[in-house]
Structures are given as C-alpha cells and as structure tokens.
T-cell receptor, first 112, second 114 residues
Framework: QKEVEQDPGPLSVPEGAIVSLNCTYS??????FMWYRQYSRKGPELLMY????GNKEDGRFTAQVDKSSKYISLFIRDSQPSDSATYLC????????????FGSGTRLLVRP | GAGVSQTPSNKVTEKGKYVELRCDPI?????LYWYRQSLGQGPEFLIY????????DSGLPNDRFFAVRPEGSVSTLKIQRTERGDSAVYLC????????????FGEGSRLTVL
C-alpha cells in the first residue's frame, strides 16, 4: 500500500462546477500538506500549502486537512477550462520536510 | 533567472550509455532537489542539496545515479550505464532554505532509453 493514495480519475465536470479532489495517507508523521497543479508536459506548480490541520483559502481554491482521519482535500469553485490539469497532493514529515511524498495525481477536465 | 531551467528538455539514448541532465535553479535559492516522475505517477524524491553538499541522497535508486552541485548553484544529475527502466521525466526544483514543501519545479528533462 502506498503512503499517499489518490484517485487517478479522470474527473470530468462542466464549467462553473465545484470540484472536490482528495487524498488519504497512512503516515501520521506528515505535517506539511501541499497541492500542486501539473499541466501536460510541464513541471508541477504549487497551488496550496498547509501546515498541520485546518483550512486555507486562496481565491477559488480551498485546501482542507483532517489529520485525525488522515485525509486532505482541495476544492475548486467556479471551475474553468483552464483548470484542466493533473492535481497532485504532496506531503512531508517535520524531520524531512524537503522530502515530498506525492500522490499519483488526479486528472481533471473542465468542459466548456 | 525567472524560473528553474532544465536542459535538455528531451534526451533519447541507448541502453548502456552515459547521460547528464542539468538544472539551473532560481537565483538565490540555496536548496535544490531532484525528483523522478514515471508515466501516470507522482514525482519521487531522489536527492536534496543544501548549498554544495548533498544533505540527503537516500532516493537515488542505485550507484549508477550520481548528482553534483559544485558551486552551490547549477546541479548535474549523472546516470551511468542507462537502462530502459530509467526512462522517466527528471524534475529539478529549488527553494529558499529547506522549503518545507514550497518547491519551485522546472519543466523537467524527459529521458528515453531505447
């Protein structure tokens, strides 16, 4: 079993929909939680960063971390075709915070 | 520079050959990382540099892989005796300090071993 599990999708939604992306993990030492967006043939781009539990909002994006359930989520409001990409969750432990453990990514398609 | 720069963007080589992949990090970033991404998977950690030294090379798969960062800026990932299983996208990232996950990635070097 992988340390970080993520549904690969693809997830197809109409423009304007609310998108929910999720990851589960097994390592209780994880303290830093990130969401990266990756367009085809590009490098990952950091979208959201959260330390420990709680919510964080940035524009149309909201990240949630529930450490008690070992579950993290990314919500995208008013989704746009330009949001079509692969979304990677990533996390790391406090003693090796540079060593990110990534999920396999969820491919999102927002239809015009 | 404005972002992390990686060269070459694509490299096709034959099994058994030697390959070098170069990374030029964001100016002022002291930390540099190499990750490897296989098709349909998330990136996997290879090595982390803080300045000139490799602070953690535990992700390098075997002794055919080696990386250097002699002046604390540009880094080179070296792969000897390439195998077909080495085919992947090699991603370089940099950050201020240790980064704590706030990494800035380059576009990657796509390596194909025939």
């Amino acid at each position: 079993q992988k340390e970080v599990e993520q549904d690969p999708g693809p997830l197809s939604v109409p423009e304007g929909a609310i998108v929910s992306l999720n990851c589960t993990y097994s390592n209780s030492a994880f303290q830093y939680f990130m969401w990266y967006r990756q367009y085809s043939r590009k490098g990952p781009e950091l979208l959201m960063y959260t330390y420990s539990s709680g919510n964080k909002e940035d524009g149309r994006f909201t990240a949630q971390v529930d450490k008690s359930s070992k579950y993290i989520s990314l919500f995208i409001r008013d989704s746009q075709p330009s949001d079509s990409a692969t979304y990677l969750c990533a996390m790391s432990a406090g003693d090796s915070s540079y060593k990110l453990i990534f999920g396999s990514g969820t491919r999102l398609l927002v239809r015009p | 520079g404005a972002g992390v720069s990686q060269t070459p963007s694509n490299k096709v080589t034959e099994k058994g050959k030697y390959v070098e992949l170069r990374c030029d990090p964001i100016s002022g970033h002291t930390a540099l990382y190499w990750y490897r991404q296989s098709l349909g998977q998330g990136p996997e950690f290879l090595i982390y540099f803080q300045g000139t030294g490799a602070a953690d090379d535990s992700g390098l798969p075997n002794d055919r892989f080696f990386a250097v960062r002699p002046e604390g800026s540009v880094s080179t990932l070296k792969i000897q005796r390439t195998e077909r299983g080495d085919s992947a996208v090699y991603l370089c990232a940099s950050s201020r300090g240790q980064g704590n996950g706030e990494l800035f990635f380059g576009e990657g070097s796509r390596l194909t071993v025939l």
